[in-house]
């Protein structure tokens, strides 16, 4: 299989040609997609690299990490490459594991691999406390809206991914900046696409991270409650159809019917200082408790639904 290299050039130029230097010779090409770089890191590269694999590609604007990678995807799709593998030019992913990437793709086990920084459970605590905290909560976020219950560390962008499943993404639909990594899941899952983690360990130099967590936390649940809906109706409702679909709508009925009951007895309550009767209060709460019951019991198919069978050699 032809592999490709896509590596976003956005304020990179101290580290990125000893990145492209570290990348072995399994890979054929190596994209270096300059994203209106102020520094003009795409020339930098022109000038300064020698090595005959790069090709050098041009944002006409700023377009964010996303918008980056999907140009270097379109291109290694129109020079009929197999597999791309996307990492970034500042020196934190280490090229001599992108054998370890490719691998599940070439043996039909994946369609898309992407890193994990939290399997190594010594190494973690070399990861910032903030970050730590903010990938905690950016993961069951991610789980919850994109399908990948076994996954974690959404936002590491050290990927690969199998070509033929890039033909059926609408990239211009993928989101250009930092929801990119966990929006590009959301849209694997529509496709039934098989995801697997690749353990890494973190590494942390001295440059300064562009994602502040503070910032685009509200930004980010907004899109992953927009996609979890999105998801929830075309794999439960639209494309079929199963006990699951019937749960979750029953379910969150009875719950919100035994809490909304539940309150206003309470205030009743409270109000007229007689204490409900038995039949009052079973009244809210076993719609409560069957509603839950209904509502695991959907998670429950939910996770056991994650996509097992790759999409690339689906229809072999």
């Known amino acids: 299989m032809k592999v490709a ?7 990179v130029k101290k580290h990125i040609l000893d990145v492209i230097t570290n990348i072995g010779s399994r890979v054929e090409k190596i994209y270096v997609v300059d994203d209106y770089c102020p520094d003009l890191s795409g020339k930098f590269v022109e000038r300064n690299c020698k090595d005959p694999r790069v090709i050098v590609l041009y944002n006409k604007e700023n377009l964010g990490v996303g918008g980056a990678v999907m140009h270097g995807y379109s291109r290694a799709l129109i020079d009929g490459m197999d597999i791309v593998v996307k990492i970034d030019g500042d020196g934190q992913m280490d090229p001599s594991l992108i054998p370890n990437f490719i691998a599940p793709i ?11 920084r939290f399997f190594n459970l010594e190494k973690i605590t070399t990861m910032p406390k903030i970050r730590l905290f903010g990938n905690a909560i950016l993961s069951f976020m991610t789980k919850i809206s994109s399908g990948y219950w076994n996954l974690f560390d959404p936002t590491n962008g050290y990927t690969a991914i199998h070509c033929d499943v890039v033909a059926h993404l609408p990239l211009k639909k993928i989101s250009n900046r930092y929801f990119f990594e966990s929006d590009i899941l959301f849209r694997l899952n529509t496709l039934k696409a098989v995801v697997v983690d690749i353990p890494m360990n973190a590494k942390y130099e001295d440059e300064e991270s562009n994602l502040k967590i503070s910032k685009i936390i509200g930004d980010f649940l907004f899109k992953h409650t927009r996609n979890f809906f999105k998801r929830i109706f075309y794999n439960y409702y639209l494309r079929d159809m199963s006990l699951a679909s019937l749960e979750l709508p029953i379910g969150l009925s009875f719950f919100i019917f035994g809490v909304v009951t539940g309150v206003i007895t309470w205030v009743h309550t409270m109000d007229s200082g007689i204490p409900a009767t038995s039949g009052t209060v079973m009244l809210s709460g076993l719609p409560i408790i069957l509603g839950l019951q209904l509502i695991l019991a959907f998670i429950g198919h939910d996770v056991d639904n994650v996509p097992k069978r790759p999409f690339h050699n689906r229809y072999k």
């Not at 290299?5 to 304020?11: A, N």
């Not at 070439?106 to 994990?116: F, H, L, M, R, V």
């Open 106 to 116: 070439i043996a039909g086990e994946a369609d898309y691999t992407k890193g994990n």
């Open 5 to 11: 290299v896509v590596i976003p050039s956005y304020k």
